[in-house]
């Protein structure tokens, strides 16, 4: 059916709906190009400011998944479960968390993205490692699943053009932060992926994308819905991201810590999370054994085995594992120290993330290239208690100019106060 993009835009305008075949119509021929941007945007405008009902929601992701390929994965015979974050600064849980997973007989299709904004992304990560092939074809994607049970890659070009084309639109139009948009943008791609089961984490905090916990709540409801629609089960955690997860934060700095907790060594929040969402993804793929299981794929060293297979499939270097020093590192290195004797207050994460991105760590434009070897060990967080001129962080850096226009942002990342404070919460809860 024709329908007329201008009347459509008047309709969401004035705060009507959307009938289901006009939102079919209108994804399908912005993909094709005969919707132009101007009215996508205007009309991404209105749904910013009226949203979208369940109705319209529904056929909004369904007219997104259909836009391209869908992956078939019926051949692989194992439950598939994958997992997704929001984006955080420091959450590097995706690397550690899929060998765990798979080691316990859940295959895991990870469809990953890049960084964005002054969060980082698992693709950049992992393509720290020398070698490490994000990019598959699909079948080149079966086929590491169905070896190894778990991939790590890039989501191929064929699946869901219509996001990646609205999404660079909304990037560019301040509709990015509306919650139709979001939860249709993710679950879109993750609904392509054939999967029986999604983790979903929804971060919440200074260094998240949704810094208050009704809104962050409203996301993670709205994607629980879209999933039951869809005949596929999620579950959603609403975690903190108000400090940076785990001690590292930066592209090779992040491997190494993941790798830390495969071999059941990480920091204590990285790990809580790793294994907290391990155990829920075993229980979306109906595997029994529940956190013993996925201890005993820790301590085992199945789960480091399981990684270093993966790694080796994308043509990486898995002599990285058992010597994490091949990884890039950064030629300079500056210590951040206390001001003042106490406790730590704040840590904040967007300041760290986005000190850590303008270092090189992320890209400033699209185009730009990445610095694996730039990134910030933390040795002080919140509820630590420091000495005056204890180091509170020490900084990996290439270009010293970077570094410097930076120094002032970074330091100021931390609050220390005389009182003791809480380790702050760090799963906040769990919609299902
Ligand atoms: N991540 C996505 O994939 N889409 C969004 O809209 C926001 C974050």
């Known amino acids: 059916m024709e329908f007329n993009a201008v009347e459509l835009i008047e309709l969401k305008r004035d705060g009507g709906g959307l009938p289901g075949e006009a939102i079919a119509w209108l994804i399908d021929s912005y993909t094709d190009g005969e919707v132009p941007d101007y009215q996508m945007a205007a009309l991404l405008m209105a749904i910013f400011h009226h949203g979208l009902d369940e109705a319209e929601l529904g056929a909004w992701t369904e007219a997104m998944l259909h836009s391209g390929e869908v992956?078939?994965?019926?051949?692989?015979?194992?439950?598939?479960?994958?997992?997704?974050?929001?984006?955080?600064?420091?959450?590097?849980?995706?690397?550690?968390?899929?060998?765990?997973?798979?080691?316990?007989?859940?295959?895991?299709?990870?469809?990953?993205?890049?960084?964005?904004?002054h969060t980082g992304g698992t693709?950049?990560?992992?393509?720290?490692?020398?070698?490490?092939?994000?990019?598959?074809?699909?079948?080149?994607?079966?086929?590491?699943?169905?070896?190894?049970?778990?991939?790590?890659?890039?989501?191929?070009?064929?699946?869901?053009?219509?996001?990646?084309?609205?999404?660079?639109?909304?990037?560019?139009?301040?509709?990015?932060?509306?919650?139709?948009?979001?939860?249709?943008?993710?679950?879109?791609?993750?609904?392509?992926?054939?999967?029986?089961?999604?983790?979903?984490?929804?971060?919440?905090g200074s260094g998240a994308f949704m810094e208050d916990i009704e809104e962050a709540r409203r996301l993670a409801k709205t994607m629980v819905g879209i999933g039951s629609t869809h005949g596929v089960e999620v579950v959603a955690f609403i975690t903190a991201m108000d400090q940076p997860l785990g001690r590292e934060v930066g592209n090779a700095n992040e491997v190494r810590e993941s790798i830390e907790v495969l071999r059941g060594e990480g920091p204590a929040d990285l790990t809580e999370l790793t294994l907290t969402f391990a155990e829920a993804m075993l229980q979306l793929g109906g595997v029994p054994g529940g956190l013993d299981r996925v201890m005993e794929a820790v301590e085992s060293g199945a789960a480091v085995d399981k990684f270093r297979g993966l790694v080796a499939a994308h043509g990486g270097d898995p002599a990285v594992i058992e010597q994490p020093e091949r990884l890039p590192r950064a030629r300079h290195s500056h210590t951040i120290e206390a001001s003042r004797a106490g406790y730590v207050h704040r840590c904040d994460a967007r300041t760290i993330g986005i000190a850590s991105t303008r270092m090189g760590a992320g890209r400033q434009r699209k185009e730009d290239g990445i610095d694996h070897g730039v990134g910030i060990t933390l040795h002080a967080k919140i509820g630590d208690q420091v000495a005056q001129g204890e180091a509170l962080a020490t900084v990996a850096f290439n270009d010293p100019d970077l570094f410097e226009s930076q120094h002032d942002r970074l330091a100021s990342a931390w609050s220390i106060g005389e009182d003791k404070t809480d380790v702050p919460k760090l799963i906040v809860e769990r919609v299902s």
């Open 71 to 117: 992956m078939d994965l019926s051949g692989i015979g194992l439950p598939k479960v994958d997992k997704h974050s929001t984006g955080g600064v420091g959450d590097k849980v995706s690397i550690p968390l899929a060998p765990i997973v798979a080691a316990c007989g859940v295959a895991v299709p990870m469809m990953s993205g890049r960084g964005l904004g």
């Open 123 to 204: 693709l950049d990560k992992l393509e720290s490692i020398p070698g490490y092939t994000t990019g598959l074809e699909p079948e080149r994607f079966r086929s590491i699943l169905s070896e190894h049970g778990v991939v790590l890659a890039g989501q191929s070009e064929a699946m869901v053009p219509a996001d990646r084309e609205i999404y660079s639109l909304r990037d560019a139009t301040a509709t990015v932060p509306s919650i139709p948009l979001i939860a249709s943008s993710i679950m879109s791609k993750k609904l392509a992926e054939d999967l029986d089961g999604l983790l979903l984490d929804v971060k919440q």
